[in-house]
């Protein structure tokens, strides 16, 4: 018996030093929280129970015979009651709701009996009884309440292996641990008959369960000491599958990089930390979570709550903040998004507050957006074409208009511009700007680059006439397609595959491409220039050009881009600026494509300042291959 007592006083303290170190501790509620408090809180009364049942039975004396039997009687009834408790936990998280199955109806019969026949214990000493002489014993029935807790572990691990696909392998490993270590202290003390281990067991088997998947400290981002990303994952998607109303107000402190580059990135990191500590500050809660390196979300659950920390996170974004002394201005993109859980899955949710901040055009102070209906429109249209721009990949569903480029000294059509379509069944047409844009982020660009190619090499195959009165056919590329490390290569091999020569081509690059990746690009420029493949500098005057290293680059021709005809025929400065641009150009030796011109005014403008040709709506918009072959 005294080892009894020892492991069960054992057992007691480790239990209520995790009970401590579990509601001390910083958490979230959550599913995964709730059960292992009561789990941990039956278990402690249960290695009390254990403990009180043991002392009744060392000091028994005749005397008080009866205040012994009640209190093992009650014991006993817990015990009973105990494997039952499991059972329903097991059965009403794997959701089977309120239909009650055959099996649990004859568990609940099955406890029942098990109770009433404890009660009738008290005078048919079945399962335990007390000898005047030799004390406690055991009865005939008593083998009944090892079988009866068999039968429960049994079909508890029914349950969870029913459940298996919901548990990862790592939760189904912590499961079966605590199941062998619960079940070797039952087989000793079945065995030893009076080792009585299966509460020792228990506290072992939840320190192994705190330790491994219920422990929060996992899971607090080093550097802030809020919640991390991981843990934001398992949290949220329970709160939306729950559908309960909650709230999101998402912080992006996109100058962050600039700050490390500036004041180093310790700097940067106590700035962080500052944010997380005043997010919790102002909201109250530990529901704040750090999600990417410059991304916080919290979670309110309340309206009220939401509305008065959006606009206190406002205003203390708006005051500089103080770092060794020094004032240094962080502003952020501050996003709200009422009623999340209509975003339904975690990764939407995300994407959205994504979304929100890529809104938020170049700024250098906070900036608060709200997610209104238009916006989540204009996000679920995104996402539809996302999801349909994979299809269409597949199942090449694309189309290429092209567009004529007028040549004002011989007065035709000198060139065509390819441009990719893509229509939706519902839908309709989707802009290129929108579709390349997408599959520019996904990376299934330069996928659909060769699609596109090829389509426009077939075409030029089966009508090769036409080539007879243009000089080439442009093709836009994609920053992607000139940095993927030998896809010029895959390029001009398709051209070659059909049989054309690569002068039919010219191929558009971007100035902000030319700008920003001069060195990498230089071997793609340098395969299409020695092919023989032309070039034309595309958008230009859109960006923020490099021009010292744009004009290293091998270009035929210079396209303006459309906003900068924006008022040349009504604002003398855009004039002079547009037309003083095409003469450096020009003297620098490249051929001026003005492309978007509407009006004949315009044309008129770009024909007497000596533009060589013009590529726009006044001409022609872009065609299908059918009207354009009847156009040549
Ligand atoms: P971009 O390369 O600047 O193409 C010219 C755009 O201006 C085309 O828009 C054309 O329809 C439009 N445009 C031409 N003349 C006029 C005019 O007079 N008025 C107005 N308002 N617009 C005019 P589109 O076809 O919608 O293409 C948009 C952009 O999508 C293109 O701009 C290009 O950057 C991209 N894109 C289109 N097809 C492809 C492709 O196959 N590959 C890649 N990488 N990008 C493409
Ligand atoms: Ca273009
Ligand atoms: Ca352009």
Known sequence: MRYNINFQISALIIVVLLLHHFVTRK?????????????????????????????????????????????????????????YILYCCAVVSRGQGKKIDGVSMICTVVTVIMLILMLINLTSGWFFYFDQSTGYHRGSGYVMLYIYALLYIVLVIHQTLKKREDLNVHKMGVLTEIVVIEGLCMGVELYTQHVMLSGFGLALGLVFLYLTMNNPGDFIDSTTGVFDKQYFDNWIQEKLDKRTEFHLIAVEAFMLKQINKVYGSSVGDQLLVQIARELQNITGSVQVFRTTGNCFLVIMDSLTEYERNRQQIEEYFREPFIVDGEKIDFPAVICGIINSEKMEQEDVLLAYVEYLVSLVKHTDETVVIQSDDRILEGFRYEKEVEHFLKNAVEKDLFEVYYQPVYWIKEERYITLEALSRLKHPNMGMIPPDVFIGIAERQGLIAQIGLLQLRRVCRFIKENEHIMDSIRNV????????????????VLIDIIKEFGLSPAYFQFEITETVATEYSESFCKAVEDFQNAGIGLCLDDF?????????????????????????????CDEQAAIFYRSIVMVMQNMGYMIVA??????????????????????????????????????
């Open 27 to 83: 958490k979230l509620h959550n599913a995964n929280t709730k059960i292992f408090t009561y789990v941990l809180i039956l278990s402690g009364i249960y290695i009390l129970f254990d403990l009180i049942s043991t002392l009744a039975i060392m000091s028994y004396e005749p005397a008080c015979e009866n205040m012994a039997l009640i209190i093992l009687t009650v014991v006993y009834l817990f015990d009973i009651m105990l494997p």
């Open 595 to 632: 492309e978007g011109a509407e009006t004949e005014e315009e044309v008129n403008l770009l024909r007497s300042w000596g533009v060589d040709m013009v590529q726009g709506y006044y001409f022609s918009r872009p065609l299908p291959e059918k009207e354009l072959l009847k156009l040549f």
């Open 541 to 569: 005057g859109s960006g923020y050009a490099n021009l010292n290293a744009v004009l290293k680059l091998p270009f035929d021709v210079v396209k303006m881009d459309r906003s900068l005809l924006t008022g040349i025929t």
């Open 474 to 489: 442009k093709f836009n590329l994609s920053p992607s397609e000139l940095l993927k490390p030998g896809h010029s290569q």
